[in-house]
Nanobody
Framework: AQLVESGGGLVQPGDSLRLSCAAS????????MGWFRQAPDKEREFVAVINWSGGSTYYADAVKGRFTISRDNRRDTVYLQMDSLKPEDTALYYCAAATALTTNAEDYDYWGQGTQVTVSS
């Protein structure tokens, strides 16, 4: 599967962004999908995950209540709605596909190239 993220950009603190991740696979609905991020000089960290049907989601504490993950299996796309953005959310955001509902990056089989999100006044 090939994953392509979009929707990143430069925003001010408190603003919102919606990231999209389009998958080029006919088996998209069989994958659990996650979002990760990596800031400069920091390790990649888990952000959110959604199961294959969209019925189960899980978030990192740092984004809980501000970010919402969703998916549209008809469009083979997963989304990350990011509200109340903070400067510490600045990072390269990746989507990834796995065959298990997991927060561990090593369990993901496919990765996108990432989209940059910068939050700055």
């Amino acid at each position: 599967a090939q994953l392509v993220e979009s929707g990143g950009g430069l925003v001010q603190p408190g603003d919102s962004l919606r990231l999209s991740c389009a998958a080029s696979t006919q088996t998209f609905s069989s994958y659990d999908m996650g979002w990760f991020r990596q800031a400069p000089d920091k390790e990649r960290e888990f952000v959110a995950v959604i199961n294959w049907s969209g019925g189960s989601t899980y978030y990192a504490d740092a984004v809980k209540g501000r970010f919402t993950i969703s998916r549209d299996n008809r469009r083979d796309t997963v989304y990350l709605q990011m509200d109340s953005l903070k400067p510490e959310d600045t990072a390269l955001y990746y989507c990834a596909a796995a065959t298990a509902l997991t927060t561990n990056a090593e369990d993901y089989d496919y990765w996108g190239q990432g989209t940059q999100v910068t939050v700055s006044s």
